[in-house]
Structures are given as C-alpha cells and as structure tokens.
C-alpha cells in the first residue's frame, strides 16, 4: 500500500509545532495506508472534548485518517526521534518506529494536544525487521487501559479510535492489523532529551527545553532559573502521577525513560496491567525479569529517570558543574518525600482517616502487609472497607472474605475503629468519602484478554463495550455489571503481560 495521499474535505484541521523545532527532532513520514479499515470504536466523548465532529470522523473520510489511507489537508505528519535507557542500558537511538504524529489539536479548554496513529507503518526511526504496524490485540488493550486510567482520574494518554486494518501482521503468529489513534498533552519523552543530549548537541536540547516551557509550563518562561524550575516541575509532576499509580495497583511494566512523559502523563501501555492480589513486589511483564520495574520499584525507577533527564539539563541549568549538579540535587532530593506525602494522604482517604494523626501511615502498611500474606484483591479491599459501619456488622464479611484467614483482618479492623473514633466525622459522609477514591471497577487483566479475544476471534465487541461502560464510571456501582469487578479465578488468572510490539 501506498503512503497515504492528502485530499481537500477535512473532518480534523491540525497545527504542528513540533515544526518549529530544529529539523533533528523529526523526520517527515506519512502513514501507510492500509487495504481495509474498519472503525471499531470511537470516542465520542474524547472527540466533543477536543471540538471535534464526531460523525465526521466516522464517515468514511474520516475514517481514512484514522486509518493512515488519507492525512488532513494541512497537515505535516511527523516520526518524532528519541533515545532511551531501556532497562537501565542506553539505546542511542529509538523514535517512533511504528507510529506518526499527525498534529495538534486546540481543545474546548484551550490546551494543545498531539494527535498520534500507533501502528501507521514504518518510519525512518523503525528498527531492523520491523513492520512498523500494531496487532490488534495491544490497540484494544492500549484504548482499553488508558480509557480505563481516564476514568480514574489519572493523567493519561487518550485513545481517539481503534481501527481495524483489514491486513494482517506477523507476530508469533498471523494476527489482525489495528491502528489507534492516541491523543496526549505531549509526545515529548525524557528520552528526547537524551537523544541531543547524548550527541553534544545542546543548542537542539536548550531549543526543546523552550519549547517545553512555553507549550507545557509557560509560568517557568519567566523564573530566576528556567531550566533548573523545569526540572522541578516535571519531578513534582512524575512524583504526583506515580503516587497515583500506586493508590490504584497500576504498574507500568516497562519505565524506560523513552516511556516516561514530560508533560507528567501515563504513556505507553505495553505490558502494563493492574494488580489483583496485593503484593509490593508484584511483576507482571514477560520481559522484566529481574523485577526493576515492579510496583514497589516505581517510586525509585521514576527518581532515577529523572536523574537522566537531569543529566541533559545541567549544562543549561549553569557552566558551572559543581553548581548545576547542586541545583539538580536540589529539586529532585525532595522527589520521594513529596511522593510518599501524596501516596500516604492518599492510603488515610481510602481508610476514611479525615484527619491526619500520628499512627496513620503505620495503620496503613499494617494493613497493606496483611493484605500481602492473607493474598487480599487490593481493589475490592478497599472498596469493600468503604461499606463497613464504626461497628462490626454483616458488611464485614465481603471483606473478611477477601484474606486466606479473616481474623487477621478482624485485628485490623478493631485498630481501625478505634482510629476512626478518635474522629467526629459524620459516617455516611465518610463512607461516600472512601468510596470516591476506591474504585469498584479497573481494567482487571483477565477482562481485557477476554475482551481481546472476543473481538480478534469472534468479532465481538460486546466485552469491550461492557467494560468501557464501568471504566468510564469507575467509582460508581453499576448494577448488572457486578461480575467485571471481581477478581479472577484462579483459571482466569493472568500471570504475564507482553508489549504487542
């Protein structure tokens, strides 16, 4: 199939600014187009918040564009380059080997975002072998996820489309092609910065920063020290994110810092997947076998990624060394207390703590390592603790029954109350409380793969729709939808994740 041509009616009229960058940063490459595409699903929802016209993106010509068969009018696709420290070991050269950024979008609120297509074919940046494409498999999961991670309220990449190419790809085996259409405040990556960094090419590295700081954190345009405040920023903003993931049991799989946003996003989804039972130490990616980046290991991995991006600041930050590594330590040393502050206040919000008092973060991990010997579903834990009552009662049950020996948590539990007695809090009050920062429904990883395989082997895209319906709601009981919260059985249990690549 050809590269897509360009033709006059245009459901999505695009701006690029990344052409205001010096040409290194990219390279010009359309999508290839594709034999037969079908739209599976589109965000509807996503599109109003743009100001797109949704029906226009679903009528054929719109389609072609999310497809990669047609590029708007105007439009400038772009394969943006990057390096990467990938599992600790420097790759000098990555980018986007399988997907283009077709522009930007000025949304209803006033904030740019990129329009990306992720398995649009091949680029300049793909590597040996490549096909530059996606399997449909990881475009579902990937809309999935991140929808899912939306709807908790986490920064995140958007999923626009899903697309089916009508074509299939080699993987371990013949699969069907897809193409999403990703959405993002930013495609702009630590590893970008390390790409010019690593080159002696600082004149390029100073003229991304700017364009950091004027498109993502135009406030810092005007302080004492730009640079040393953008790296300050993007910590505080990786540390709040990361805190996040782990209020909600969500690990990453693969915390490269080509995967690492400097706009503070989730980005990415490969072998991610959410914890089921508890346990710090849980892995989940077939290719992290050395567990660096489990759950427990993403505070740590975050601060060192920062380290990196530090690394490429320093010599915009001072001429000085001795100077400009002070200034780094300066604002990245507080990282893990800031993180560990939002993560704690956090963890006292789903006990329903309204107040914060000596012996709270103590409650908490007592807590957490009861749920990691007793095997306890970390979601349903504390969603279930939300419907308890300052006395013990028939509600105590749902969650007793989440630990391999129910008195263990009876011993918390008599902890917790007196806790919460220390307090005047109204319990209803409480109670709407906890549940407003405990989820009832994640993307549970058995879901997802079913939800996969019911559309990649029947065409049924019923599952997807069913989980779409909670995710989007994710704190809300939603009768007749109880099954997608629970966890699996031990049939249903997904051990390892893979990144679809």
């Known amino acids: ?41 589109l965000n509807a929802e996503l599109a109003e918040e743009l100001g797109l016209d949704a029906e226009a993106l679903a009528a054929p010509e719109g389609l072609a564009v999310l497809a990669g068969n047609r590029v708007p ?47 649009s074919g091949r680029t300049p940046f793909s590597r040996g072998g490549s096909d530059g494409r996606a399997s449909l498999g990881p475009v579902i999961r990937e809309y999935l996820v991140s929808e899912g991670m939306a709807g908790l ?65 135009p406030e810092l345009a005007e302080a004492a020290q730009p640079y040393k405040a ?59 076998r050395h567990g660096r980046y489990a759950y427990d290991q993403q505070p740590k991995i975050a601060q060192w990624n920062l380290a990196r991006l530090a690394e490429t600041l320093l010599p915009l930050i001072s001429d000085d060394p001795d100077t400009a590594v002070a200034a780094a330590h300066e604002v990245l040393d507080p990282f893990q207390d800031r993180l560990n502050a939002r993560y704690h206040a956090g963890l006292r919000r789903k006990m329903g703590l309204m107040e914060e008092r000596d012996g709270d973060e103590d409650l908490a991990l007592d807590l957490l390592a009861r749920m990691a010997v007793q095997g306890a579903d970390f979601t349903l834990t504390f969603r279930r603790l939300a419907d308890l009552k300052r006395e013990p009662g028939e ?32 319990d209803a009050a409480r109670r709407a409380a906890m549940r407003a920062v405990s ?12 939800a996969i395989e019911a559309a990649m082997n029947e065409g049924d895209l019923r599952p997807i729709d069913d989980l779409l319906a909670v995710l989007t709601d994710p704190y809300a009981d939603h009768p007749g939808y109880e099954h997608l919260a629970r966890p699996p059985r031990p049939e249903e249990v997904v051990a390892q994740t893979f990144c679809g690549t």
């Open 1 to 41: 199939m050809s590269q897509a041509e360009t033709t006059a009616a245009e459901p999505l009229a695009l701006d690029n600014s990344y052409l205001r960058l010096p040409e290194a940063c990219y390279a010009r490459v359309g999508p290839t187009g594709v034999s037969q595409p079908q739209l599976l699903r």
């Open 395 to 426: 509600a105590d049950e749902a969650v007793r029954a989440l630990f391999a020996d129910p008195e263990s948590f009876d011993a918390w539990a008599a902890a917790w109350r007196q806790r919460l007695a220390a307090e005047d809090s109204d």
């Open 153 to 217: 309220g986490i920064p995140t990449t958007r999923a626009l489309a899903m697309v089916a190419t009508g074509d299939p790809v080699l993987r371990q085996q013949v699969e069907p092609g897809g193409v999403l259409t990703r959405v993002a405040a930013s495609h702009v990556r630590v590893g970008t910065f390390e790409y010019f960094f690593r080159r002696g090419d600082l004149d390029t590295v100073r003229a991304l920063a700017d364009y950091v700081i004027g498109r993502h954190y």
């Open 230 to 288: 953008l790296l300050g920023a993007v910590a505080d903003r990786t540390a709040d994110l990361v805190a996040d993931w782990l209020l909600v049991g969500f690990i990453h799989g693969v915390m490269n810092t080509d995967n690492v946003s400097i706009a503070g996003e989730t980005i990415d989804y490969g072998p991610c997947a959410f914890m089921d039972d508890y346990h710090p130490a849980t892995v989940y990616s077939s290719i992290d």
């Open 439 to 450: 989820p009832a429904y994640i993307p549970r990883n058995h879901r997802v793969e079913q």
């Open 73 to 119: 009018e105007g439009a400038t696709p772009l394969a943006l380059a990057y390096a990467g420290h990938q599992f600790g070991n420097f790759v000098p050269r990555l980018g986007d080997g399988r997907a283009v950024l077709l522009g930007e979008v000025v949304d209803r609120a006033g904030v740019r975002r990129d329009v990306q297509l992720k398995g």
